[in-house]
């Protein structure tokens, strides 16, 4: 059985960090490509940040560019999304998402889903 579970979501002040965490369960995330999106009620998912499974390459969207960092750690099994000097526009749903995207920020480009985990940020 094929799942993601996000973790560390919260609630933090204006300028304030956060770690988010993506762990899968029934398959390894080395070999596939791994998006994390966000999405806030009335609006559609948007696309966050993609990490490449093999060859380094990460993406971001323009809102959390210079903020936001993705990493990996294999043998975790587990993908990152550290978030700094957070703002109260990055409240939101957040999940992470596994597959082989040619559009890396689109979720339909996704096969697997996590079940979210809420990012407040307020002060």
């Not at 999405?39 to 559609?44: A, D, E, I, L």
């Not at 990490?51 to 390459?57: A, E, R, V």
């Not at 890396?104 to 002060?123: C, F, I, M, N, R």
């Amino acid at each position: 059985q094929y799942q993601l579970v996000e973790s560390g979501g919260g609630l933090v002040q204006p300028g304030g960090s956060l770690r988010l965490a993506c762990t899968a369960s029934g398959f390894s995330l080395d070999v596939y490509g791994v998006g994390w999106f966000r999405q806030v009620p009335g609006k559609k998912r948007e696309g966050v940040s993609f990490s490449h499974p093999s060859d380094g390459t990460t993406n971001y969207a323009n809102t959390v560019r210079g903020r936001f960092t993705i990493s990996r750690d294999n043998g975790e099994n587990t993908v990152y999304l550290q978030m700094n000097n957070l703002e109260v526009e990055d409240t939101a749903v957040y999940y992470c998402a596994a597959g082989h995207p040619s559009l890396v920020l689109l979720p339909d480009e996704y096969d697997y889903w996590g079940q979210g985990t809420q990012v407040t940020v307020s002060s």
